[in-house]
């Protein structure tokens, strides 16, 4: 079965600096891999996704993110923060060898991210 | 375009009533999901559809049940509401049958709250 881990409920950061939210995942196959953004009282929002090729992956609102296959990890960056982007930060992984109800979206528990001014 | 709507924002219910969360999109989306979010769980994948007509469960189906008669619509029903049934119930939609590499939308959610 997949999993998804996010090992920090909480990260805080001071506005301008670089940030990093973690992501490792756990798949039999090869994986496909998203982050989302939700804002207070709205939706998952799609930030970026991993399918193939080049390891790191850009996305909206100037977000990165690398895959690293050898440390399963898919972790989101910044390079500069902003108070704008404090919201929860969701990843989320689909096994492309799985079948059925294995292949759906499997989510971690999310992370909190507060850019303090 | 609205996207992926769903009604109502908030709901409360009783112990062992009824009810339909709708979600409909307007995207011609192929596949639609429910999920359901709980405090330090994420997201939980409740049922799912590949297209009208065809339907199977995800994670944590037991006391919801779906149809999907149009491609619009994906309704998730309430059989008799549980307090544990109390959360944030988001639907979903993904363009393509596999739906394996694109992303999903999402709509903006209901909070249901079972007394």
């Known amino acids: 079965a997949q999993s998804v881990a996010q090992p920090e409920d909480q990260v805080n950061v001071a506005e301008g600096n670089p940030l990093t939210v973690k992501c490792t995942y756990s798949?039999?196959?090869?994986?496909?891999l998203f982050w989302y953004v939700q804002y207070p009282n709205r939706g998952l929002q799609f930030l970026l996704k991993?399918?193939?090729?080049?390891?790191l992956v850009k996305g909206s609102y100037g977000f990165e993110a690398e895959f690293n296959k050898s440390q399963t990890s898919f972790h989101l960056k910044k390079p500069s923060a902003l108070v704008s982007d404090s919201a929860l930060y969701f990843c989320?992984?689909?096994?492309?060898?799985?079948?059925?109800?294995?292949?759906?979206?499997?989510f971690g528990s999310g992370t909190q991210l507060t850019v303090l001014p | 375009n609205a996207g992926v709507t769903q009604t109502p924002k908030f709901q409360v219910l009783k112990t062992g009533q009824s009810m339909t969360l709708q979600c409909a999109q307007d995207?011609?989306?192929?596949?639609m999901s429910w999920y359901r979010q709980d405090p330090g769980m994420g997201l939980r994948l409740i049922h799912y559809?590949?297209?009208?007509?065809?339907?199977d469960q995800g994670e944590v189906p037991n006391g919801y049940n779906v149809s999907r008669s149009t491609t619009e619509d994906f309704p998730l029903r309430l059989l008799s509401a549980a307090p544990s049934q109390t959360s944030v119930y988001f639907c979903?939609?993904?363009?393509?049958?596999?739906?394996?590499?694109?992303?999903?939308?999402f709509g903006q959610g209901t909070r249901l709250t079972v007394v």
């Open positions: 979903a939609s993904s363009y393509g049958i596999r739906a394996e590499n694109t992303e999903a939308f």
């Open positions: 798949v039999s196959g090869n994986p496909y």
């Open positions: 991993y399918i193939t090729g080049d390891n």
């Open positions: 989320a992984v689909r096994d492309r060898g799985s079948s059925g109800s294995a292949r759906q979206l499997t």
């Open positions: 995207m011609n989306h192929e596949y």
């Open positions: 559809s590949v297209g009208a007509g065809i339907t």
